[in-house]
């Protein structure tokens, strides 16, 4: 496999795979889903927010695929390996276990209930949530460390030239260091949550 097209499958699969376990999971409860969903929860864990089950659907593909296609974008653009951006691919894996957990347990939530104001989510499922998101993070980190560019190895491997020094000078050397797919995933993990936020919250019943 040619090393662009192994770096689009590390940073699209695991994006992939939460949208389709939260699809899956969707269409095994599906007769068993009150309409609307129960999607924002109190302090209590009682449900105050509800979306229609067609909304609920659009939000989770806009999310899981977009956050997928923005963290894919700039890993396009690099001449080096993953190893580079091992911290913006570790940060994205752990967004999308975080994310598909916490879609995937609303269903499961949702699931058998009569009216969806009678659903509840106990705090301890954020616990999870957060346990699942910090192994796909360390996953994403190795996936990505053990990711570099052939002719960088070679880079390393050869003998650097000596730049002439006399006695007494010393020389340093600089270099400014950014990360694309970190500001990306950051610009586009605060934009998803601007649409969540209101999404979530769009319709509560007193």
Do not use: C
């Amino acid at each position: 496999m040619r090393p662009v097209r192994r770096r689009v499958l590390i940073v699209v699969l695991p994006f992939a795979l939460a949208w389709a376990v939260v699809m899956a999971a969707f269409a095994g409860l599906r007769d068993r889903l009150p309409d609307p969903l129960a999607t924002h929860f109190g302090a209590g864990g009682k449900a105050d927010g509800f979306t229609g089950t067609g909304a609920f659907l659009s939000v989770v593909t806009a999310v899981l695929l977009g956050s997928g296609l923005l963290t894919l974008v700039p890993v396009l653009r690099l001449t080096k390996g993953l190893g580079v951006q091992r911290f913006a691919v570790a940060l994205g894996y752990g967004m999308s276990g975080l994310l598909g957990y916490a879609f995937a347990s609303l269903l499961f939530a949702n699931a058998d209930a009569t009216r969806a104001s009678r659903v509840s989510q106990p705090l301890w499922q954020l616990g999870i949530a957060l346990a699942v998101a910090a192994v796909m993070g360390a996953l994403g980190w190795l996936l990505a460390s053990r990711d570099t560019a052939p002719e960088a190895d070679a880079g390393r491997r050869a003998a650097a030239p000596r730049l002439p020094l006399a006695k007494g000078e010393v020389a340093i050397w600089t270099r400014t260091v950014g990360s694309p797919v970190l500001l990306t995933v950051g610009a586009g993990t605060t934009l998803l949550a601007a649409v969540l936020v209101p999404v979530g919250r769009g319709r509560r019943r007193g």
